[in-house]
């Protein structure tokens, strides 16, 4: 069974960090990729980044401000999140896929998802 569980959301200022773990078990999604996601209230989810077997991409509006990160012998994918601002308020879902040639920025391209993990910064 494959499972993937998110950690580290919560209550934060604007300008604090926050690290997002998602441990991953039952694959090891190293043939294909493994991203983040985010979903505010009343919008739709979108792409945040992806690291995957052709490397790594971030959405414009996090660039140079989030980092993904993978630790292979841990099976993790982190996000680490600096500067963070009130819009980066969210649900945010790690998702994972053992497929290649795929857009990774689109989440149809993702066969497995965590629950969540809630991310709020108040201004």
């Known amino acids: 069974q494959v499972q993937l569980v998110e950690s580290g959301g919560g209550l934060v200022q604007a300008g604090d960090s926050l690290r997002l773990s998602c441990a991953a078990s039952?694959?090891?999604?190293?043939?294909?990729?493994m991203g983040w996601f985010r979903q505010a209230p009343g919008k739709e989810r979108e792409f945040v980044t992806t690291?995957?077997?052709?490397?790594?991409s971030y959405a414009d509006s996090v660039k140079g401000r989030f980092t993904i990160s993978r630790d292979v012998v841990k099976n993790t994918v982190y996000l680490q999140m600096n500067n963070l601002k009130p819009e980066d308020t969210a649900v945010y879902y790690c998702?994972?896929?053992?497929?290649?040639?795929?857009?990774?920025?689109?989440?149809?391209?993702?066969?497995?998802w965590g629950q969540g993990t809630q991310v709020t910064v108040s201004s």
């Open positions: 998702a994972g896929t053992e497929l290649t040639l795929r857009d990774y920025s689109h989440s149809d391209s993702y066969d497995y």
């Open positions: 690291q995957s077997w052709s490397g790594t």
């Open positions: 039952g694959r090891t999604f190293s043939t294909g990729a």
